[in-house]
Every structure is written in structure tokens, then in C-alpha cells.
């Protein structure tokens, strides 16, 4: 059995999401989803709009995922290796940064191929949330 692994906040759960899952779950048997837990989302110096237990239901609940974990650090390739997996799968905005590059070979060494997948263009949970934080300020600004 070939056990593919990704792991993300999952905030504001989009269409590339959902890509990233379709995509990754076509080149395994099982898909295991880490979902960052919220103390972690703030140790990275950000807020989650969508509080964990809500994040980690709507993401076991994709047809794509076959197990949703949580995930309480950034230690990706121990995570990896205690569920078996063969693959990590992460969007493409990674490639090439001197952060991946070294994990690459990390997870060559512990025989774990990494696998980019093109991210989706033009939507971002960072590029929703500034979205609807314009709309709220506008928003206040008609109530005034």
C-alpha cells in the first residue's frame, strides 16, 4: 500500500485545497492530511479564523482524504515516517527555497519522495482573508 502524506493549516478551506488532495490521493492508496493544530497556527506568529476541530472535520470529510491527524509541530519527516509514507505532497510555491531543497534531501535519505504539486492560481487563504478584511472595513465604514 502506498501512504502519501501533506499537512497544512487548511484555513478558509479552498479550491486549492481541494487540488492539492485530488491530485495527491491519485498517486496513492492512502492519503493522510496533517491539519495544523491552532497553538502551532499561533507559535507561526498567525490567528486561524476557523478554530482546529472545525478545520481537521471539513478536511476528513473531503472524498480524497482517508485520515486527518493533527499535527502539533513542524517535524514533517518524523511525522512521515510514523505513518509509513512514500510521499509528501506539497504545493509548488516550495520548490526551490533553500528550506525545501534541504528537506529533499532529508526525505531522500529516509527513502520519502517530496512531490510538488502546481499551486492554484490566483487564491490563497492569505488572499481570502485580506479579501474579507477589506469588505469588513468597508462594511464599518457604511455604518458610520
Not at 492512502?30 to 476557523?50: N, P
Not at 473531503?62 to 504545493?91: E, I, N, R, W
Not at 490563497?124 to 469588505?135: F, G, R
Request: glycine share 6%.
Amino acid at each position: 500500500m502506498i501512504i502519501g502524506y501533506t499537512t497544512g493549516v487548511y484555513d478558509l478551506f479552498h479550491i486549492g485545497h481541494l487540488n492539492l488532495f485530488k491530485n495527491a490521493k491519485g498517486m496513492c492508496d492512502k492519503l493522510v492530511v496533517g491539519v495544523t493544530v491552532d497553538e502551532l497556527v499561533q507559535y507561526k506568529g498567525k490567528h486561524a479564523m476557523i478554530p482546529f476541530e472545525d478545520r481537521i472535520e471539513l478536511v476528513r470529510s473531503c472524498k480524497y482524504v482517508d485520515a486527518a491527524v493533527p499535527q502539533y509541530d513542524m517535524d514533517k519527516l518524523t511525522a512521515a515516517k510514523k505513518l509509513g509514507a512514500s510521499y509528501l505532497f506539497v504545493g509548488d510555491d516550495w520548490y526551490g527555497t533553500e528550506k525545501w531543497n534541504k528537506y529533499e534531501k532529508e526525505f531522500a535519505e529516509a527513502e520519502i519522495k517530496i512531490v510538488y504539486f502546481p499551486y492554484t492560481k490566483g487564491i490563497s487563504s492569505t488572499k481570502i482573508t485580506e479579501a474579507l478584511n477589506a469588505v469588513r472595513k468597508d462594511d464599518l465604514q457604511d455604518v458610520k
